[in-house]
């Protein structure tokens, strides 16, 4: 069964990166068919993409974030990692890493919540 576990800071300071870290359980990221993507649910509202490690290579970010979000892997580790530099507290949310493009999943992890701090 393929699962999936966030871990990172839960309180960071405005201004400051971000980084959180998926680790992958009974699945692959090395050679995988499959996308693996970071999406996040602040309070009150839906879930957001936030850009995607695509299995033909590469990485594709949603646009709003294309200036200060960085999404690189660890094949030695299954693990691949989110970067998000220049946090306010708008970036409070929990953090989800999925197995998927966009919000388009079979497997997601638990979350992690993360607070901005101004």
Not at 64 to 82: E, H
């Amino acid at each position: 069964q393929v699962q999936l576990q966030e871990s990172g800071p839960a309180l960071v300071k405005s201004s400051e990166t971000l980084s959180l870290t998926c680790t992958i359980s009974g699945a692959s990221l090395s050679g995988s068919d499959y996308d693996w993507s970071w999406i996040r649910q602040s309070s009150g509202k839906g879930q957001k993409w936030l850009g995607t490690i695509l299995h033909s290579g590469g990485t594709r970010i949603d646009t709003p974030f294309r200036s200060r979000l960085t999404i690189s892997k660890d094949l030695s580790k299954n693990q691949f990692t989110l970067h998000l530099a220049s946090v306010t507290p708008e970036d409070t949310a929990v953090y989800y890493c999925t197995r998927g493009f966009g919000l388009q999943y079979d497997y997601r992890g638990q979350g992690t919540r993360v607070t901005v701090s101004a």
